[in-house]
């Protein structure tokens, strides 16, 4: 029980890897907010695996990348659980294309779910981590983020956006006992990369030095490390969970 009486925001969690960080940290003891978009459903599920784990579960319906809710997500989860310990910021989305029909809003749009509410959440919930002279702060970046990928610019800019707040911020609260790193996963198998062509999902595949796509626990396991007493001394770090693809 690793995360034994702590309070974390978890982003994105009706799916994917954001409802497998949530119910990893649950098995570990912690209580959990979580927020969710459109997916009523997705987020009942979520609601109720977490509650199995014997722990407090939050579903909030919130687009952190707006001011006021992201604001209010964190008094909700405040209010409702306690002073927030672990912040997850874990929402994200795609609209690809290639640079030259990429349109301006589908820039924005990404950079807004991808990187603003990261910025938003995380300036939302650093007064109260100052205050208790605690907090962890976990970035779900990319290896796109790193590298790159064509018909990405808009995602790849965001996930590189994380990797600087994540650097800075933890600069910026380190001395106030707050770790701040970001997780570069590869191409893990969800409902967003379920979607791919298959000939794209092949191609990938020769890229993994393991041989085989990653699973939402394997991003789930590094995030209970890194939120855990395990990890106190790492700030300001970019890991990769990705087989060897990077
Ligand atoms: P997913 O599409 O399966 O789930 C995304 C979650 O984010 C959903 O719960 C959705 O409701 C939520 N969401 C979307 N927009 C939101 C908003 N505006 N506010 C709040 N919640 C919102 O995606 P996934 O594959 O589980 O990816 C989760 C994170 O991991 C994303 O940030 C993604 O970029 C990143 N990532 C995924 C992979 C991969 O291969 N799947 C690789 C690298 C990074």
Do not use: W
Request: proline letters at 2%; aromatic letters at 4%; one cysteine or more.
């Amino acid at each position: 029980m690793r995360l034994q009486g702590k309070n974390a925001i978890v982003t994105g969690a009706s799916r994917g890897i954001g409802r497998a960080i949530a119910l990893s940290f649950a098995k570990e003891g912690a209580n959990i907010a979580f927020t969710y978009t459109k997916d009523e459903e997705g987020a009942g599920i979520t609601r109720r695996l977490l509650e199995d784990e014997g722990v407090r579960a939050l579903a909030v319906c919130a687009d952190g990348s707006d001011e006021e809710q992201a604001a209010k997500l964190v008094k909700e989860a405040t209010d409702g659980l306690g002073p927030v310990h672990i912040l997850v910021n874990n929402a994200g989305i795609t609209r690809d294309n290639l640079l030259l029909r990429m349109s301006a809003d589908d820039f924005d749009r990404v950079l807004d779910v991808n990187l603003k509410s990261a910025f938003l959440l995380t300036k939302a919930c650093a007064r109260g981590m100052m205050k208790q002279r605690y907090g962890k702060i976990i970035n779900i970046s990319s290896v796109v983020g790193v590298f790159g990928n064509a018909g990405q610019a808009n995602y790849a800019a965001s996930k590189a956006g994380l990797i600087g707040l994540t650097k800075t911020v933890a600069k910026e609260l380190g001395s106030r006992g707050i770790r701040v790193n970001a997780v570069a996963p590869g191409f893990i198998q969800t409902d967003m990369t379920e979607a791919l062509p298959e000939e794209v999902k092949e191609k990938m595949l020769g890229s993994v030095s393991l041989g085989s796509f990653g699973t939402p626990d394997d991003v789930a396991a590094l995030c209970v490390f890194l939120a855990s007493g395990d990890a106190d001394y790492i700030t300001g770090q970019v890991l990769h969970v990705d087989g060897g693809m990077a």
